[in-house]
């Protein structure tokens, strides 16, 4: 079936991911999966299905919205927003069964009493949310003192420079900062604790019992840098199609300010995906796509809807299928092109490009 563009997901590759990273890390941790943002673009029903099938029981999730998602379609496990809830949709969390993160002393005074389920995070140096770790005495005291107005089960801090070898010590500062609000209040014996994502996991002290696994149960690297375990690989492809072909002469130009201007005889594609779906427009005359493993450079500007590549001397037809993201061209490539992470390049892929699962 020919389409105009569309992403292929294989849910096996997801599954591998998520096996080969929980044989790497510490047996103590379970992990935990995180699926917000409908799964970095993979949709995040179909993600959390495949995984609940090799038995994960544990989910994060950015919001409530997300988080009843996954319960109407029957996702069993814990359910964890890491974000902000408001305070007027505390009845559909404990409708829901699901766990809410709380985010500073004003928000767990707002919460309480509500009769629902709760972790509390600490900041131990991003600077995001949480009660602030470099205040322990008075983390213990919120935490004593809000114990019994939820159900709490757990306790957690996000690290932010994991990803960077050369910061490894502000990385064990977080955790040692993390491993003493946990220890003043181990006597409630609180089931979760847990302060690692995709990158602590892979290379720092194991502390707590869940690790939260976003980017690489994708398949796609925390930083640019990092080296991931072996097999683990990309889960998405990104397709398109030849829909034009035609011949430029030395002097024209191409697309929208005319911002590319032809030198010799040269033969274009139009692909028919452009900004409006997600593709970055600061690849305009930067990224290239892969016809029949060939690159073809990205020429003028990125259009809304199109964008334009050099095909010259390559062997290409109407309708040869495109590859956009794909072996040979991956997120973390594309992303380390125009400076940004390959979270957001999958993150950006719009609703309008529909989901194709293998
Ligand atoms: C997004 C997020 C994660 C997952 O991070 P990755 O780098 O994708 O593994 C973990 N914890 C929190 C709090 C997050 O917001």
Redesign the pocket.
Known sequence: MIRRSWVEIDLDVIKTNYKIYQSYIDPKQSVMA?V?ADA?GHGAVRVAKALQSIGCKFF?V?NIEEAIELREAGIAGEILV??YTPITSANDLRAYDITQALLSENYTERMAAKGIKAQFAIDTGMNRIGLDADDSHNCELIIRKYNNQFRLTGL?T?LCVA?TESEAVFTEQQIDKFRNVCSLVRDLNLPYIHCL???GGLWNDSFGNLT?????VYGLK?DYSNTLPIGIKPALEWKSVVAMIKNVHPGETIGYGRSYKAKKEMKVATIPTGYADGYNRLLSNKGYVLIKGAKAPIVGRICMDQMMVDVTGLDVSFEDEVTLLGEGCNADDMAHFISTIG?EVICDISKRVPKVYL
């Open positions: 995180v917000k970095y994060a950015s890491l974000g957690f996000h990803d994502n995709s990158a939260r696994l976003g980017i690489v925390p979270y």
